[in-house]
Every structure is written in structure tokens, then in C-alpha cells.
């Protein structure tokens, strides 16, 4: 049925005060009766929750794997922070490690303080080459740092050994162990003097040693300064055992975990034969001096 356009046009004037009439007395019921439309909304909400419920568990169940996942990602990431500082951490452990060990070592050299050196610098030992046949050990200092032949070699124990060979940045430390050391030492409770005899095993043994002396484990065995090698006094080891008149020293020294030592030079050259000591340092108008000499 097709409504004419007067009667359309008279619809349309109607709508608009049909509308304000409707909101007025909305506004109206609103206002005299807020209990009522308050209930009324209530009632709605309560029809419609249980729909609400329905709707909102999917979106909470994706939210809460969403989360799980997000937390799942958080943590690996954090993990792998933690390995990587774990890691670093290790590694500066060592690094402490290495220098409380380097710094109670170098202390302990301060135990002991020569009476007269000539000259002492400490070095680092970085070869090994104990075996069945020799006991020495090879150091990171050199002629060109001031170490010579027939230096004592010293920790804050006490002696260890002495410079047996010498290069420009290394110089070899034959060990009091070694079958080629022979020390002048005497017995600190009774003076008795001896040589303490390198034979390749752990603990030397004592030769030259009068039968009569009184002699017991726990005596201190020290330098004596017989023939200039080593001033007196030094601290060298323990009787550690008596066999069959045979005495054993157990030295002050653990020689199989040396890592710094210290080079003393207490003066041998003169009692040392000159065959055995390095070349004298010349100065520079010296060395062309001995040139010219050596032409003519």
C-alpha cells in the first residue's frame, strides 16, 4: 500500500513532539520511581549474566594462556640473563681465585727479609721439569731483569733452590731436590754443620754429618755459610726422619706447587769461578773501547 506524501508529511511533524513527549516522561518515571528502574536494571543483569558468563570464560581461558606463555617467554629469557651472569660470574671467580692465590703467595714472601741482598726481584714459575732424573724449574725472569748464576731462590718458606742457568728472558732453578744440589747447612739446635745432598727424591738427605751429633726429627735445618753460596740462616727444612743413620729433611718449600719465587743475589761473585758467571754489563763507550782493543 503506498501512503500518500501529505500523510507522510504529516507523520514526520508528528515524530519529533511524539519524541520529546516519550523522553519527558521517561524522565519523569526516572525521577518519581528510581527504585523501580533500578530493580528493573538489576533484573536485566541478572537475566543476561548467565549469557555473560558463557562469552567471558573463552576470552578468560585465552587471556590466561595467553599470560601463561608470555610468563613462560619472561622466564627463559631471565634464564638465559642468569646463565650469561652465572657464566661471567665463574669466570671472575677464577680470576679471584687466581689472584688471592698470586696475593697470599706474594705476602708470603714477606716473611722473610734477607740480611744483606745485593739485589731481589721476584718471578713467576712457568715450567716444570721434575722427573725421575732432575728437579728444577724454569722462571720467567732473565739476565735482562738482573738474575745471574748461583742466585738464591727463596719463597716465604725458604730456600728452594739455586739459578743454575741463565737466559735473556728465563733463567733455570736447580732445586735443593735435584741430585746435582749440594748445600752447606748445619743443625740450628746444636750448630752442627752438614750438606744437605739432593738425590731426586721428595726429601734430601744429610751428608758430612758427625755420628755423635745429637739429632732428632723436628730439628731445623738452616744455611750455614760455609763457602759463601748462601749467607747463614736461611730456613732450608725439618729432619723428617731418621733411617739407618740416615737423615732425611723434609723442606720448609712445598717444591711441587711453587708459582712465584724470588731471586736474591747475595754477592757470588766472588766465590763463584768466573767460567760460571755472565758477562759484565758495559756501557756503551766501554763495548766500543773492547772493539777497537779486539782490531788492534
Do not use: C
Request: aromatic share 2%; charged share 20%.
Amino acid at each position: 500500500m503506498r501512503v500518500s506524501a501529505p500523510v507522510r508529511a504529516a507523520a514526520q511533524r508528528a515524530a519529533l513532539p511524539m519524541l520529546i513527549f516519550v523522553s519527558a516522561l521517561l524522565t519523569v518515571l526516572g525521577k518519581a520511581d528510581i527504585v523501580l528502574i533500578d530493580r528493573v536494571r538489576i533484573a536485566v543483569a541478572d537475566a543476561l549474566s548467565p549469557v555473560l558468563e558463557l562469552v567471558s570464560e573463552p576470552v578468560a581461558s585465552v587471556a590466561s594462556v595467553v599470560g601463561r606463555v608470555e610468563d613462560a617467554i619472561a622466564v627463559y629469557q631471565q634464564n638465559a640473563v642468569l646463565r650469561e651472569d652465572n657464566q661471567r660470574l665463574l669466570q671472575w671467580q677464577e680470576v679471584a681465585r687466581r689472584l688471592a692465590a698470586e696475593n697470599a703467595a706474594l705476602r708470603a714472601l714477606e716473611k722473610l727479609v734477607p740480611d744483606q741482598p745485593v739485589t731481589a726481584l721476584a718471578a713467576r714459575v712457568i715450567a716444570d721439569s721434575g722427573g725421575a732424573y732432575m728437579r728444577n724449574v724454569l722462571v720467567n725472569a732473565g739476565a735482562r731483569d738482573g738474575v745471574a748464576r748461583g742466585q738464591a731462590a727463596m719463597t716465604g718458606d725458604g730456600l728452594i733452590g739455586r739459578v743454575a742457568e741463565v737466559g735473556q728472558r728465563t733463567a733455570r732453578i736447580l732445586l735443593i731436590t735435584d741430585l746435582n744440589s749440594h748445600i752447606p747447612v748445619s743443625v740450628e739446635r746444636s750448630g752442627e754443620r752438614a750438606v744437605l745432598d739432593g738425590d731426586n727424591s721428595d726429601r734430601p738427605r744429610l751428608v758430612f754429618l758427625d755420628p755423635k751429633t745429637p739429632i732428632q726429627p723436628g730439628d731445623r735445618i738452616i744455611t750455614s755459610g760455609s763457602g759463601g753460596l748462601f749467607p747463614p740462616g736461611l730456613p732450608v727444612g725439618v729432619v723428617s726422619a731418621i733411617d739407618k743413620g740416615v737423615v732425611r729433611v723434609e723442606p720448609f718449600a712445598e717444591l711441587s706447587r711453587l708459582e712465584i719465587v724470588r731471586l736474591v743475589d747475595y754477592g757470588l761473585a766472588g766465590v763463584l769461578p768466573q767460567s760460571a758467571l755472565p758477562p759484565p754489563r758495559l756501557t756503551p763507550r766501554a763495548a766500543r773501547l773492547r772493539a777497537v782493543e779486539t782490531l788492534r
